[in-house]
């Protein structure tokens, strides 16, 4: 019996080496030693080879519009860069891009090293590569996070088969003001959804395995409250509150932070006097201390020069100092890291202790990234071939482009079109613009890619379409269009469109801004349709007035007299290269619109920051009949034109039962039902949304806050029930110290299709 066991166990020894052993070889990619270490012993091993020159040679990063793949760059900044490039001094380059360029940097930096460490290649990858997302406002639009996350996870795909390995993005930051012309790259103004999509997007972008080549390292953006820039001009200052930056700006950078977001990126702007680059309360503090963050800070494109401009360092190399000492690892275009570190380690002006943390956490992506494994992991032409504009990448971009759609207005059911024996005129130049539908940020794609309107209209064949432009919305070029070559003036072709519209069944216009006049740089001071556009839809309408207004636009657009007059109105944003079959789709009703809006519309830009989430002030009603003592406008009302979190259907939805079950003190949660009926005749999908109000609290609360919401698919007739929880985590808030607190009280809690239900009950605890 001895025997047997002892013969047993020897087996089972065998069995079980062999099985490790299989196991390590597995996991190691080969039987090296090395292999079996974790990726910080890696790292340290590493660190521990460096001169000091070479850890800050990690910490610099270069632009890289040059041409690589031909002999090495002579004179200036480019030879330089190649020199530096050579002697281990650039940790990361951005903007190289292609799998030819990026292999020719690449080889440098590994080959021609003394180390031989791979860089990190960083590219603007905000929705989509080549193959184009919609913006990431009209993405949010959808409320949809898987869609969300698959655009994500498709823009992955096609920037890493082009050699890019960290995208920077996503942009989360929170913006109540449509003027700020970054409000096109960011998730619109809600904390809540805009955690959500943030975590959506980390995900989408980073998937579940850092190390395939398909996935690429994210980067939070821009740390912090870059997005309530004073008077919405870009790079302007931002003095806000502890309770606004808690409560408003974090929760989305802390959702990326738990998705395990690998990078973030610090901003331009000052924060209460501190450049944000600059600012150990943001970056070491919080980020790093607080919240334990591991991944890197990179600056924002030469922030830490810009801290001279700001007035907080006396020149470079202070700024490099404050920048360092502040936590930034990374110094994006400055040049001063490489410039000044060293001699200020020597100055004892900065602690070598931080160089060492900086590296390491750069060190540590790279790896997690599997770049020391094969730092050509992402540079095959074939397959750069095969994914580039693929059909599942185009499936998926036409997918979310349908579904960011928010239809604001049909009246007598205008919506959808019928598919035979209308004659449709359709105007405006933006109709069979292939460039605009793009947006900002899509440096990768083409000019003429995105399929238009007028495209993807004609697929339809039953109805007659005339085309007329009315007026060209810019002069001259495109690409770095502002308010100044927006055609002011030319209504030279007026007389022709409204030819084409006298006599037709449906005029569909398109109008809005060119894909070029939001994003980085692109503040506006009026919220009108630009140039002679609004002129022209008066005209049009005063010879046909059953029109559908498509809008084209990155913000909010004020547009009362359209929403006065026009009978259906269609927000379809950039919707990038899928844009003309995505909006044809929903116009011809083969897509049912289900989009909400992710900002409010204001009225004026007067009104402007206008946000659902707002205080209540202590005069928030008029008293009494001509009292002028209450928090209002003496011209223009308080409300919006359209709410955050509104957008109509071709199906109609009724609310009803709110049921609201207070487990309090039973379990810790308030659980609430809700059920939601399709009263129209086609299938539908509707954002349920759930919006709280604390009644009185040490810090006021909103008037109301999103805290939950739930997209049902409804058959027509179909009812279902959306249900949801509330618990300490969606009733508590930051009190002005920073602190998270739950205080009991009296609550509402609202149930329904936008943030202006009134479809609320109570509850206590
Ligand atoms: C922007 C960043 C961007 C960087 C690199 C800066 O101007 O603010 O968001 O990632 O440029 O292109």
């Not at 869609?147 to 082009?162: G, N, P, Q, R, T």
């Not at 794609?445 to 004609?458: P, R």
């Not at 039953?462 to 810019?474: Q, R, V």
Request: hydrophobic share 40%; proline share 4%; net charge negative.
């Amino acid at each position: 019996m001895k025997k047997l066991i002892t013969v047993k166990l020897i087996f089972l020894y065998i069995f079980l080496t062999g099985f490790i052993f299989s196991c390590t070889k597995l996991f190691s990619n080969g039987n090296n030693a090395d292999d079996l270490k974790s990726i910080d012993q890696k790292v340290e091993i590493l660190l521990s080879k460096m001169t000091l020159e070479e850890k800050i040679g990690q910490m610099n990063q270069y632009n890289g519009f040059w041409d690589f793949t031909g002999p090495a760059p002579k004179g200036g900044h480019a030879e330089k860069k190649y020199e530096d490039l050579k002697n281990g001094l650039v940790g990361s380059m951005l903007n190289v891009r292609g799998v030819k360029d990026v292999t020719a940097v690449q080889k440098v930096a590994v080959e021609e090293s003394r180390l031989g460490i791979p860089l990190i290649i960083g590219f603007d990858v905000i929705h989509g590569y080549k193959t184009i997302s919609p913006i990431p406002i009209a993405e949010a639009a959808s409320w949809d996070l898987e869609a969300i996350k698959k655009s994500a996870e498709m823009a992955a795909l096609e920037s890493s088969a082009a050699g890019i390995n960290w995208t920077f993005a996503p942009m989360v930051d929170i913006s109540r003001d449509a003027r700020w012309g970054r409000v096109m790259e960011g998730a619109g103004e809600d904390p809540y959804l805009g955690s959500k999509i943030a975590e959506a997007r980390v995900n989408g972008f980073q998937g579940n395995d850092l190390s395939l080549n398909s996935t690429i390292a994210a980067c939070a953006k821009h740390f912090a409250a870059y997005g309530f820039a004073e008077g919405g001009r870009d790079y302007n200052t931002v003095d806000i509150g502890t309770s606004t930056l808690y409560n408003m700006v974090f929760p989305p950078f802390i959702a990326a932070k738990n998705a395990g977001v690998k990078t973030f990126m610090n901003s331009f702007n000052e924060l209460n006097g501190v450049p944000a680059t600059g600012n150990k309360y943001l970056q070491r503090d919080i980020l790093k201390e607080k919240w334990a963050y591991d991944g890197f800070i990179v600056s924002d494109w030469g922030s830490i020069t810009e801290m001279i401009s700001h007035g907080h360092a006396k020149d470079g190399q202070h700024a490099a100092e404050l920048a360092l000492n502040a936590g930034s690892d990374m110094d994006m275009e400055s040049y001063l890291y490489v410039k000044h570190l060293e001699d200020l380690v020597d100055d004892k002006k900065v602690d070598l202790n931080f160089i060492d943390d900086a590296t390491r956490r750069i060190l540590k992506v790279k790896y997690e990234l599997g770049l020391f494994d094969d730092p050509y992991k992402y540079c095959d032409l074939e397959r750069e071939k095969e994914i580039t504009g693929s059909k599942e990448i185009n499936d998926a971009a036409f997918d979310i482009a349908k579904k960011s759609i928010v239809l604001l207005k049909n009246k007598n059911n205008l919506l959808p079109l019928k598919k035979e024996g209308q004659k449709i005129a359709l105007i405006g130049a933006l109709a069979t613009d292939k460039t605009s539908p793009l947006g900002s940020w899509r440096i990768a794609a083409d000019d003429h890619t995105a399929v238009s309107v007028l495209e993807g209209l004609s697929q339809y064949t039953g109805n007659t379409i005339t085309y007329s432009k009315g007026a060209d919305l810019t002069y001259g070029k495109t690409e770095f269009v502002t308010e100044l070559n927006i055609n002011t003036t030319d209504k030279s072709e007026f007389t022709k469109a409204k030819e084409v519209a006298r006599n037709v069944d449906v005029v569909i216009m398109v109008l809005g801004e060119h894909g070029f006049q939001s994003g980085e740089g692109r503040s506006r001071t009026s919220l009108d349709l630009p140039g002679v556009q609004q002129e022209l839809l008066e005209e049009i309408f005063s010879v046909n007035p059953n029109i559908v207004l498509v809008l084209n636009n990155g913000r909010p657009l004020t547009i009362n007299w359209a929403d006065e007059n026009i009978p259906a109105i269609v927000e379809a944003w950039q919707l990038g290269t899928q844009s003309g079959h995505a909006i044809a789709q929903v116009l011809y009703g083969d897509y049912n619109p289900s989009g909400k809006l992710p900002m409010t519309f204001p009225r004026d830009v007067g009104q402007v920051p206008l946000y659902y989430n707002y205080k209540n002030t202590g005069r928030p009603n008029l008293p009494g009949p001509d009292s002028v003592f209450w928090s209002h406008y003496n011209d223009e009302v308080n409300t919006p034109l359209y709410p955050f979190g509104y957008g109509l259907s071709y199906s109609i939805f009724k609310y009803s039962n709110l049921s609201v079950t207070n487990n309090f003190e039973r379990n810790s949660k308030i659980e609430i039902s809700i059920a939601v009926k399709n009263i129209g005749d086609v299938e539908g999908k509707e954002v349920v949304q759930l919006y709280i109000r604390d009644k009185y609290a040490s810090i006021t609360r909103p008037v109301k806050e999103l805290r939950g919401f739930e997209l049902l698919n409804l058959k027509a007739g179909e009812t279902k029930v959306a249900k949801f929880e509330l618990t300490e985590k969606e009733l508590g808030f930051y009190d002005n110290q920073g602190k998270w607190i739950f205080e009991r009280g009296e609550f509402e809690v609202f149930v329904g299709g936008n943030s202006q239900t009134q479809n609320k009950k109570s509850f206590k605890i």
